[in-house]
């Protein structure tokens, strides 16, 4: 199947990705340097160079509904390999979020355990790693997830069974209100 269709260019597509990422997709000439120095292509279904050039020619639903951009690891390798000096890295990440608000999130294990990583830090200032697997195990109906591990980490205290107390706590959640208020404008 063909996923590119130039006939229908959402240039209001590019605009808003160059607008968010502040970077211009027209120089991406397609070397692939990208693709072929990103760790996670082999479980991605589209290579990050392809999903540059889906932007590009303004695939809008083609490039939010892909699973990629959920399974990116963020590592910057993209944006270190592009001889264009193109942030990659931060044209997937406005890519993600995108695709969060227009309702096209493919990988929903990835975006829930997103979340609850937040709303984690939000409630206690830094993450609750234990509260966060439970959390996560309960709302993704996956209870046991990574459970082989707690044997290996506990001895060596790096999970807690109460979450830290941190000073600043109030002012971490300042920072989420102030997000939300800036959605809201
Ligand atoms: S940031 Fe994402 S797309 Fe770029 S190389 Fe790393 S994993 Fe791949
Ligand atoms: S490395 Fe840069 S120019 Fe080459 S395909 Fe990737 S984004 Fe485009």
């Not at 240039?11 to 072929?36: L, P």
Request: proline share 4%.
């Amino acid at each position: 199947m063909n996923i590119f269709n130039f006939k229908d260019c959402d240039e209001g597509f590019i605009r808003e990705v160059e607008e968010r990422s502040g970077q211009d997709v027209s120089q991406c000439y397609q070397c692939g340097n990208c693709t072929a120095g990103c760790p996670y292509t082999f479980v991605y279904d589209l290579p990050v160079g392809r999903i540059m050039r889906l932007t590009q020619t303004g695939q809008r639903k083609a490039a939010l509904s892909c699973r990629s951009i959920w399974l990116c690891a963020s590592c910057q390798s993209c944006t270190t390999r592009c001889p264009n000096n193109i942030d990659v890295a931060c044209i997937m990440d406005v890519l993600r979020h995108m695709s969060r608000e227009e309702g096209y999130a493919t990988e929903k294990d990835v975006k829930l355990f997103a979340d609850t990583f937040l709303s984690s830090v939000e409630r206690f200032g830094r993450v609750y790693e234990m509260g966060l697997m439970a959390e996560y195990g309960a709302r993704s109906l996956k209870p046991w997830t990574d459970g082989d591990l707690g044997p290996k980490i506990l001895p060596k205290f790096k999970l807690h069974f109460m979450p830290h107390s941190i000073k600043g706590r109030d002012k971490v959640a300042r920072i989420f209100d102030r997000f939300r208020e800036g959605q809201m404008q």
